[in-house]
Structures are given as C-alpha cells and as structure tokens.
C-alpha cells in the first residue's frame, strides 16, 4: 500500500523550514517593532463565520464538516473573520483602542491546485481595530512595505485604491446594494474588455450613463500622484466622492512622510466584497508572473456584518508561500550554516557514557550539540560530521580523558587543540 500526501498540500523538509522559520522571525520582529502583538485562532469555526463574511457560495471553497454533536464546522480558509470573532468573544468591551494584533497559521481552501496556491497555505497579517484615519491606514501600508523590505523583495508596487470614491458616487446617483455588489464583482476581475461591456455594452448593469461614463475613465487611471488632478476632476460635484478623496489624498501625502515611495495608485483595485469600505491595497511582484500578487489589505467595517458595534479594521494579509516565491526569485540563496555547532565522536566504548555527559553539558549551555548514536567507527564518524557541514568535533579518547580533555577539531580548517573538560563551554563559545 502506498500512501502519498492530500493533494494540494506540500511536505517541507529541514533547510526550507529553516527559511521559513527565518522568515517567520524578521516578519515578527517587524510586526512587532510597529507595536503589534500575536494572538492565535483556532483551526476550525462555526460554518456561519465564513458564510455570513463570504455567502453561502463559499462553502464550495471550503473544508466543512459536521462534529460529533452535529454541529457545522469549516477549516478557516483565511484569518480575518476569526479575528473579528475574537474580537467580539475577547476584547470589544475592555481593550483600549486601536488595537494592534498580528497572527501567523495556515488556511484551508478546496480550490484547484496550481504554481503558488494550494489547498494547505499560510497567512502572516495584521488587523488595526479602531483607528479609522489616513494615519492608521498608512501606518498599515509602510509596515507591510517594511516587512517586504526586510525579506530582501525590491520589486514590490504597492497597488492602493479608496472605494469610498467609487461607493460615493453610488450613494449619489442611489444605486441600490444588489448592483453595487454586481459590479464590484466585474472590477475586481481586472478585466477592461468585461467593465467596459459590464458599463457601456448592450446590457449595462447600471442603468446610468453619466454614472457609467465617469465608473469607466475613473477605473481606468493607474499610476502616481500625477494622477490625483484627474481623480478629482471626475468626482467634483459629487460631495460624497470628493469626501472620500480628501481621504485618499491625505494618505497619500502621509505615506510620502512615512517613506513609502513605492506605490501605485490604481482606481481599478477593488477587494470584490461588500465590507471593504476604504482604502483597499494589494502587493505585485512581477516575477511571478501569474500569482505576482503576494498581499491583500484594506479598511472594513467586517465587526458589524457579525452584529458588534461599528468600529473600522485596516489589515493585510501575506500569502506566506508567495512570499517565499518570491524570496527564491528575488534574493540570493545562501548556503545555510550547520544547525549543529559541535558533533560528539567517542571513539571507543568505554568512553561513551562520559561523551554523553559532556554532549548534556553543552546542551545546558546553549551549544547545539550532537552525538554519535550509532557506535560508528572513528572514519564514519568523521565522514558523517563532514556530511553533515559540522563546525567543530569533539573527539573522545581515553587517553585524552585520562589527562582532563579532549580534542576538539574545527572541520574548516582542520586544526586541532586539546581543551580541558572544564574550559570546553568558553572554548566553544570563542571566550
């Protein structure tokens, strides 16, 4: 019988956990210099978070299963709505606002597998509770710019967008909900040839030409700031656009004090769902081609979709593997180090049980240290070490113990010393 692994799921073995894990810490360290601290959600929810967020059409996406006690259960295919849900379970009446979180976990989504997307993935993100402000929301984008930074990706274009304008102006010409969410759908398909037939075609889903003219040349503009006198050229006039512009503008001149200059304004970036309700960002690296996009972010009102009080989100998530990706695209992959600094090799018997102790002592003192464990003989021992890229062996004889040391070899340059028992802790530590 032969057992294979889920497909769409993806084994990692010892160096590519190690650069995840490396990974993982700068991203921390990032997160956590921002202010922001960690919390953990469980694997699973009630099916009714996903859907009430999403629709019941995501339940196609979705690992969904009954318990034991007949309860409807699902695998989180993402982190925001367990985020929510905790929020409302933990700290909506006794945290101080804003509130900083960041989480790290993997996710579950039954979608067809393919280059960068599987049905086992990672999420690194953040959420800003209560700090609704073109301060907190560029606060949100320089640190997700920073940790880009920090993994050694130069090539990312932050993509940044405020639906507000967009929803503006369906406030202003009473475009009811239904229609919105129709169309909202087409523009984050980013499909030009699709939104010009969706606004001007035969069948237009809006029934407003003045609407759909200014909805065409607006999602049109892309670029940097020289772009903003033609944003508010299209919105004058319309009170409830213009307010979301002055927003829009103001992060963006918070974004140039913050350092973050590399930014696109893209009217076209849309995050498809009904609770985006402001700034909307997502991360290109080009060398990806296909699945360039490594983040998603925005402000969103999700707390009141699961019946809390208002209070407005800004947040992003990586996809985790994409940052990988794009780490091996974009970045020199540098032979890692040993992950053992010494390696114990007894070359007899009746030394054994004193190479033990010495390995514990090592160990207690933060050395990585391993140990011969299958009584291999000295030329084995020497070649396993090499194998294995190990900085120093210990080699224990017994004549050596005899007189209180031992040898210790340095497998870079093959030198040797004799180093007493009671000095092989700083001797390894280069004190």
Request: net charge negative; proline share 3%.
């Amino acid at each position: 019988m032969e057992f294979t692994r889920p497909r769409g799921t993806k084994d990692f073995l010892f160096d590519e956990m190690r650069r995840r894990k490396e990974a993982e810490s700068l991203l921390r360290n990032v997160f956590e210099n921002y202010g922001y601290q960690e919390i953990q959600t469980p694997l699973f929810e009630e099916l009714k978070l996903f859907t009430t967020k999403s629709g019941e059409e995501i339940v196609d996406q979705l690992y969904n299963f009954k318990d034991k006690s007949d309860r409807e259960l699902a695998l989180r295919p993402e982190i925001t709505a367990p985020v929510a849900r905790l929020y409302l379970n933990e700290l909506e009446k006794t945290a101080s606002k804003p509130i900083k979180l960041y989480y790290y976990g993997s996710c579950f989504r039954y979608e067809r597998p393919q280059k960068g997307r599987f049905r086992q993935f990672w999420q690194f993100g953040c959420e800003l509770i209560g700090a609704k402000s073109p301060e907190g929301e560029a606060e949100v984008i320089a640190m997700c710019n920073a940790s880009i930074k920090k993994l050694g990706i130069t090539t990312a274009d932050i993509n940044i967008n405020h639906l507000g304008i967009i929803r503006g102006l369906f406030a202003h010409f009473g475009i009811d909900v239904a229609t919105q969410r129709e169309l909202m759908i087409v523009i984050d398909k980013g499909d030009k040839d699709l939104l010009k037939e969706s606004l001007i075609g035969e069948n237009p889903i809006i029934d407003n030409a003045e609407l759909n003219e200014i909805l065409l040349e607006l999602i049109d503009l892309v670029g940097d700031k020289s772009i903003l006198p033609q944003i508010e050229a299209l919105v004058k006039g319309y009170e409830e656009a213009e307010e979301a512009f002055a927003e829009f503008k103001e992060l963006i001149e918070t974004l140039d004090s913050s350092k973050v200059s590399n930014y696109t304004l893209n009217l076209g970036v849309a995050r498809g769902l009904d609770y985006y309700t402001g700034i909307v960002f997502e991360v290109y690296v080009p060398e990806l081609g296909a699945q360039k996009q490594i983040c998603g972010g925005g402000t969103y009102g999700l707390v009141k979709v699961f019946g809390g009080q208002e209070v407005t989100s800004t947040g992003f998530a990586f996809g985790f593997d994409r940052l990988m990706n794009a780490m091996e695209e974009l970045t020199e992959q540098k032979e890692l180090e040993s992950n053992i600094n010494v390696f114990i090799a007894p070359i007899s018997d009746d030394v054994r049980f004193k190479a033990f102790e010495i390995a514990q002592t090592l160990r207690e003192n933060d050395i990585a240290t391993d140990i011969d464990l299958t009584r291999r003989k000295f030329k084995k021992l020497m070649n396993y070490a090499n194998n294995k890229k190990v900085k120093n062996v210990a080699i224990i004889g017994a004549k050596d113990l005899e007189d209180g040391k031992i040898t210790i070899k340095n497998m870079e340059s093959g030198e040797q010393s004799l180093v007493n028992l009671d000095e092989i802790v700083s001797y390894l530590k280069g004190e």
